[in-house]
């Protein structure tokens, strides 16, 4: 499938799992359309790159050494990433990564997520905590900062810093997901 088609697929996906699942199925059995599906999902002001960002969350949901050999581009390319719809996805993305290298399993991440790749997921993190985005991005990005700030001492106190300043401007759905990174910190 070229990379056309596979833009052409994509306006088949919509929020159903169904369709994110079998499309995410479908790049897991064909991993050469993971690099067109990521460049779809980086033409970052192209309404359908929000369709290639879901049926990528899902396939790394599915079977998350598939993005191995693509972390390079993938943490290069995701700060890009702005319309809503795009900015959930790429976070869950971060925070499956996160939560893998972290993970007391050996598993193949620990070995292929550098300091480089760990240092652009704490930046774009720290983005959609401090950018006006939805609550789950944030959400993902507090846990994912949080498991971070095992390797690098100085997460810890800006992120509590950040959750303390807009915990009361924030949802119900926030402000849960502070008090409970925010407990986790204090330890």
């Known amino acids: 499938m070229t990379k056309d088609q596979l833009y052409k697929e994509l306006n088949y996906v ?11 199925n479908l790049v897991i059995d064909n991993p050469d359309l993971i690099p067109p599906l990521l460049e779809i999902l980086f033409t970052v002001d192209d309404k359908i790159s929000c369709r290639a960002a879901w049926v990528f969350e899902f396939m790394c949901g599915e079977k998350l050494e598939a993005i191995i050999p693509h972390l390079d581009m993938f943490t290069e390319n995701m700060s890009k990433v702005h319309l809503d719809p795009a900015v959930r996805p790429v976070a869950k993305v971060c925070e499956y990564l996160v939560k893998a290298y972290y993970a007391k399993d050996n598993n193949a991440l620990k070995k292929h997520l550098s300091t480089a790749h760990k240092e652009k997921i704490v930046e774009a993190c720290f983005d959609w905590m401090i950018n006006d985005e ?24 800006e992120l509590a810093i950040i ?24 330890k």
């Open 14 to 24: 919509n929020h159903s799992r169904e369709k994110r699942l079998y499309y995410a």
């Open 163 to 186: 959750l303390k300043r807009d915990y009361q401007m924030q949802s119900s759905g926030f402000k849960a997901r502070a008090r409970h990174i925010l407990k986790k910190i204090d």
């Open 134 to 157: 939805k609550i789950a991005p944030k959400a993902y990005a507090m846990n994912s900062l949080y498991l971070l700030g095992q390797d690098f001492d100085w997460i810890h106190p």
